[in-house]
């Protein structure tokens, strides 16, 4: 456990998202490692994996709502020094986290066919999206404990052993990826199926690891199987903090969804080069999402221990530092953005479908950077119904016009993007109007800090 209700703020932030940045950075990895490795066998394989991909976000929905609200409360309870309610509050989120995993499982599996039909241009990459679905499903079902264990070590202020446990992941499906896809080394040539393999055997192995360090005499935190079982009371505390941050992923996948279909009649390429730039636009905001979460569990801790001039200037440190990295994350979009799709892809059509993705796309990186600075504070103060309500306007911003735009016999991908950069403009504005009424409400009027002592000897002094 690390004590976040003291010492500099920036400091704690920065270390947080550091080691947090490198777990989020490989976890994105596992997208980008299939859809480089799936490319070689043609731009229909690479669709059905970049589509059937869009599904994580429904496990993201539920994980985000197992996530943030176990994140804050434990955080608050280590805040409050209450050590008996944040071991509960863990082993309540894992039971929910098992439960969960074996629902989707069941589902996921049941719908497959149905849900690869419905994304593919034609029926081929329909066809790949099943074999691929078939093990990835199992592999997104195992996110569930997964986001309990993690996001309760990050309300704790310990991250490293959920990070450890993602770069190890990842490590081992950049091996058997190929492996599997393409027979290599005398295994069998899987295609497809192989990396939707690859990834559930690196999921299952890191979801082991990590149990296995909850095992240890010294873990601040400890599994008791006892409390397991739904505890109405507990699991209400939980869902009602994460459900908002569900729906909005839930939303987002809708919004995917959308625009998947919405492709359709520009045909496989165009979808495939959505697919990429959307993971790609992933990759580049995960300084920003690590400083964020991070600094969920900084204001959420010492919202517990009630220093609300902490916890505006985690608001304060998180932006700036968001900021500051999202200028070198834009250049780096506008600047390389057919150099990153080419590393995906050969094709032309895909290259430049992708490379106006993401040039238009990476001006939302400011207007993001606020709105999640203004969500990690949000969510440690145990409120995140403003920022979906905020998000859920940003994307009837988008889908509504689009709808209504794509029945133009000259309408183009590109005036999707441009409408999604307005959009997020006025979702940033929500937040911020939210963020200061919450603020406000829970922390009282925002006090100056005290003027250091020696200052304030020279300003008596002076004339």
Request: with cysteine.
């Amino acid at each position: 456990m690390k004590d976040l209700t003291q010492g500099p703020v920036s400091r704690q932030l920065l270390g947080m998202a550091a080691v947090m940045l490198v777990g989020m950075a490989v976890q994105t990895l596992y997208s980008l490692i299939d859809v480089f490795w799936v490319g070689q066998l043609g731009p229909n394989a690479q669709a059905a994996v970049t589509n059937s991909g869009n599904l994580m976000m429904v496990a993201m929905a539920l994980s985000q709502m197992l996530g943030a609200g176990t994140g804050a409360l434990v955080a608050q309870a280590v805040g409050r020094k209450d050590h008996e309610d944040a071991h509960h509050l863990f082993n309540q989120a894992l039971g929910i986290g098992l439960s969960v995993m074996l629902v989707f499982l069941f589902l996921g599996w049941l719908g497959e066919n149905a849900f690869s039909s419905a994304i593919s241009a034609d029926s081929e990459t329909a066809s790949y999206a099943s074999a691929y679905l078939f093990w990835f499903i199992p592999s997104m079902s195992l996110q569930f404990p997964l986001s309990a264990m993690g996001s309760a070590l990050r309300g704790t202020g310990n991250i490293k052993p959920g990070t450890l446990a993602q770069i190890g992941s990842v490590l081992l499906n950049i091996v058997l990826a190929p492996l599997l896809i393409f027979g290599w080394l005398g295994l069998p040539r899987l295609g497809v199926a192989g990396a939707g393999l690859a990834t559930f055997i690196a999921v299952a192995l890191a979801t082991v690891g990590l149990w296995l360090y909850f095992l240890r005499p010294q873990t601040y935190l400890r599994l008791r199987p006892r409390e397991w079982p739904a505890r109405a009371a507990t699991w209400w505390r939980i869902i009602q903090i994460g459900l908002p941050s569900a729906v909005e992923f839930g939303l987002m996948f809708c919004y995917l969804m959308f625009v998947t279909w919405i492709l359709r009649p520009f045909g496989a390429a165009e979808q495939a080069a959505f697919g990429i730039g959307q993971r790609l636009l992933q990759f580049l905001m995960m300084p920003v999402l690590s400083i964020s979460f991070a600094a969920a569990a900084v204001a959420g801790q010492n919202y517990g221990a009630r220093l609300p001039q902490r916890v505006r200037e985690t608001f304060s440190a998180s932006l700036k530092v968001s900021l500051s990295c999202t200028v070198v994350l834009l250049l780096v979009a506008e600047l390389y953005a057919p150099s990153m799709i080419r590393l995906f892809s050969a094709e032309p059509a895909v290259v430049v479908g992708g490379t106006e993705f993401l040039r238009m796309i990476a001006c939302n990186l400011f207007a993001v950077a606020v709105a999640f600075s203004c969500f990690g504070v949000l969510s440690g103060l145990g409120n995140t119904l403003p920022t979906l309500l905020s998000s859920a306007t940003r994307i009837a911003l988008i889908m509504v016009p689009t709808w209504v735009l794509s029945h133009n016999a000259g309408f183009r991908p590109l005036w999707i993007w441009t409408l999604s950069v307005a959009a997020t403009v006025v979702q940033m504005s929500m937040n911020l109007y939210f963020l200061r009424r919450e603020l406000h409400k829970k922390l009282g009027p925002a006090v100056a800090a005290p003027m250091p002592a020696t200052r304030a000897r020279g300003a008596e002094s002076a004339p």
